[in-house]
């Protein structure tokens, strides 16, 4: 190959750009999402120990550990489909050609998991601008803590989950891309 073969070929196209800039976000969230895991087993070591050795349970630790829990598991979304650990049933799926899988996922993509993830992320959205407004609280637990937080995590959470939807289609398209080319050689 000539240098500017080369040289074209590791130029980044825009589809390249797009795709680590999205992927930057999820590794963003997915990075916070496991640093939320160190107070959340804080929280549960100092129940646990709270409730055991001191016979004085706390009323605060069930509606904290909801919280940073639940905000910790939908910030991890994004991070998880970029890394490929959604479920996936691979009987079938791992018998087809490259191509088919290609065209299948695109499919997938655009008749599944955009229409629902769009559809809970307006919901979310909603959701979150009335808990706000509302300054809405836990309905478990006494502490009666503030859920609104967790309501606007939810929805910057399946929006980043949609950006990495996004990202996987232009992946997916790349791959359709390569095997066209691959087929014409």
């Known amino acids: 190959m000539d240098e500017q073969g080369a040289l074209m070929q590791s130029t980044p196209t825009w589809m390249d750009k797009v795709i680590r800039g999205i992927e930057l976000i999820s590794e963003g969230a997915g990075r916070f999402a496991s640093y939320l895991l160190v107070p959340l087993v804080l929280v549960f070591l100092y129940e646990i120990i709270a409730r055991n050795v001191f016979n004085s349970p706390t009323t605060w630790a069930y509606g904290t550990c909801y919280i940073i829990g639940g905000c910790a598991a939908v910030l991890s979304f994004g991070y998880a489909m970029k890394n490929g650990a959604m479920v996936r049933i691979d009987a079938f799926y791992a018998k087809l050609p490259e191509k088919v899988k290609c065209i299948l996922d695109l499919c997938l993509f655009a008749l599944l998991f955009f229409p629902l993830t769009l559809c809970g992320t307006v919901v979310c959205i909603r959701e979150a601008i009335t808990s706000v407004a509302a300054m809405e609280l836990i309905s478990t637990g006494s502490w009666q803590a503030p859920i609104w937080p967790t309501k606007i995590v939810m929805a910057i959470s399946l929006m980043i989950l949609i950006l ?13 891309q390569a095997v066209k080319k691959e087929e014409r050689v």
């Open 164 to 176: 990495q939807g996004v990202a996987e289609v232009l992946k997916l398209v790349q791959r359709l």
